[in-house]
């Protein structure tokens, strides 16, 4: 965890530091520390470095700890906002620029902790979150390039020929890989092989129409047409309630 301590005292810097080294909830963590006394030097920190969790004071030498924290939402990885200040009277504004907490010198261990503790708990529902969102794409490799779809956008994917055809809402795209190898990417109840040739996100199916035989064939929100095999009906039958 990288953690940035921007004041214009050094005084304070180092007790800050000493308390958050001494942190229970930082214990069992490995903890890289960075220090700044004014605006200018703590941005070129945080654009070098991906800190994740900002110590900020509001007067920082003529300059203002609110006009650092109005920058961090430029940054690809925005810092958590910790405002450690002497000034009790900036607590409302401090939390219109998302600060997670508000910190007041002199400075006490286990207010430290506490915030430390609350932050640590938002960088973990964040990786959470972030794990959630990369989990929900999917790159397939065509003859020329690769591209990544949004698992939630796919309709349909269908082998012809040896050729495997991914349609989504807004494209098709074709390529040699198969369709075991689509199945084994598309793990959520929502995908599910309707031929040996074809699945489909059942959240895409407009219609269930009687085909030859007593097989069935979907209309999808496309509009196109997916025959359902023979050994596959029971099984999509269930899943859609019909």
Known sequence: MKILIVDDEQL????????IKKSPCLQNMEIKLFQSED???????????QIDIIFLDIS???DNGFSLAQQLHQ????PLIIFATAYDEFAVKAFSVDALDY???????ERINQALTKAIRALGNRHDSQKESLENL?????????IVIKKDNLISATVNSG?????????RYQTKNTLTWIKQRLTAAKFVQVHRNSLVNLEAVKEVQPWFNHTTILVMANNDKIQVGRS???????????
């Open 12 to 19: 304070a810097r180092a007790e800050l530091s000493y308390l």
């Open 39 to 49: 605006v200018k030097t703590g941005l070129g920190i945080l654009i070098k470095e």
């Open 60 to 62: 920082l030498n003529g």
């Open 75 to 78: 940054l690809p990885y925005a």
């Open 103 to 109: 910190i007041l010198k002199p400075f006490e261990p």
């Open 138 to 146: 999917l790159t397939v490799e065509l003859n020329d390039r690769n």
């Open 163 to 171: 050729v495997l055809t991914i349609t989504t809402k807004t494209n």
């Open 232 to 242: 596959y009906q029971k099984e999509l039958k269930r899943r859609l309630g019909v």
